[in-house]
Structure formats: C-alpha cells, structure tokens
C-alpha cells in the first residue's frame, strides 16, 4: 500500500486548498482514511478521517471549514481545506488503518498560510 499526497502550497489567510491523496492497493472501501497534521514542535494530530460506511471525524478547530471526502474510483481521498488560518500551517499527512492501527502513511505535504 503506498500513499502519495499532493496539492499543498502557500496561500494567505482566508485562502483554501483541496489536498489530494492516491492510494495504490484496493484499501479505500473496508479501511478508515484520515488526514493528520503536524506542526513544527506539536505533536501530529488527526484533523479528519473517513470511514465505510461513511462516518465522519473532525477535529473542533477545523469543523465548519475542512471537509473530508473518497473517491472510491479513483482510489484518492480528498481535504478541501476553507477559510485557512496560519495557526493550519503544517505538514499534513495522509494516513489509512489496517484493523484499528493508523498503518500506512504518506509522505506529507506542505500547507503554509500567512496572515
């Protein structure tokens, strides 16, 4: 299983990106899918996560501005991120459960948002 994330970049707050995750290996319909962060000096927190059937997770300071979706198709799991805040800016990593275990990862892309 390999998970690969792109679209992150550089936007001003208020700003939105959409983060794209490719997953190889048939995995997005019995595994739960989840977008952690990690700041520099914080510790890596789980923002949103998906699961099948769909149910829903957010952490409280995203809810109402960050939506997580799949797309079973096409193997990739979507964040599209709104209204940003630089209190966002992190690496945000792509991450699936095998069981109830946070196993596989991606790389990580880079999200900045300047004020």
């Known amino acids: 299983v390999q998970l690969v994330e792109s679209g992150g970049g550089s936007v001003q707050a208020g700003g939105s990106l959409k983060l794209s995750c490719a997953v190889s290996?048939?995995?997005?319909?019995?595994?739960?899918m989840g977008w952690y962060r990690q700041a520099p000096g914080k510790e890596r927190e789980l923002v949103a996560s998906?699961?099948?059937?769909?149910?829903?997770y957010y952490l409280d300071s995203v809810e109402g501005r960050f939506t997580i979706s799949r797309d079973n198709a096409k193997n990739t799991v979507y964040l599209q991120m709104n209204s940003l805040k630089p209190a966002d800016t992190a690496v945000y990593l792509c991450?699936?459960?095998?069981?109830?275990?946070?196993?596989?990862w991606g790389q990580g892309t880079q999200v900045t948002v300047s004020s």
């Open positions: 998906i699961s099948s059937p769909i149910n829903t």
């Open positions: 290996g048939n995995i997005l319909i019995t595994n739960t």
């Open positions: 991450a699936a459960t095998a069981g109830t275990i946070w196993r596989y």
